[in-house]
């Protein structure tokens, strides 16, 4: 894949606000939409969740999960060549008190400061998605797999 492209690919992690976040839900896969915010400090994202959603739960009772994030769709492009980027991740809720929780929600709020009622609201919590791998597409034939040390490289790119 060319660097403008991988580029073009991690800059949606940035301008994008929302993601389909796919959980394991009673052995069958569900899908909904998060917002997230990418923590600038190791590249974890940040969403806010509440305890009645479904997703939250799935992400308790099985923490592995994938997040898809697609450049707006327009009318010259085909919908299978969309660029996306699809992470799977590892969730872990973060707890209420501490420099880490006041710095995610912080962040979050920079992005979308409409969300403050919702952490006044006990149900609600900050999950970090801590990405562990990376499906890149840029369109019909410029894909890329990253795990390891090229995912890391390439969440510090923008």
Aim: aromatic letters at 6%.
């Amino acid at each position: 894949m060319e660097a403008q492209d991988t580029l073009l690919l991690r800059r949606l992690l940035d301008v994008r606000p929302v993601a389909a976040l796919a959980t394991l839900h009673r052995g069958e896969p569900a899908l909904s939409m998060v917002p997230f915010v990418l923590r600038a400090d190791d590249h974890a994202l940040l969403i806010h969740v509440s305890g009645l959603a479904t997703h939250t739960r799935d992400m308790q009772e099985h923490a592995r999960v994938s997040l898809m994030v697609m450049a707006e769709a327009t009318p010259e492009t085909m919908p299978q060549a969309l660029p996306r980027v699809a992470l799977q991740a590892d969730a872990r809720v973060l707890p209420r008190e501490g420099e880490e929780y006041e710095a995610a929600k912080a962040l979050y709020l920079a992005r979308f400061p409409d969300a403050a009622m919702t952490f006044e609201l006990a149900d609600f919590s900050i999950v970090v998605l801590e990405p562990v791998s990376a499906r890149l597409v840029a369109g019909f034939g410029r894909a890329d797999a990253l795990v390891g040390e090229r995912l890391a490289a390439w969440l510090r790119s923008s």
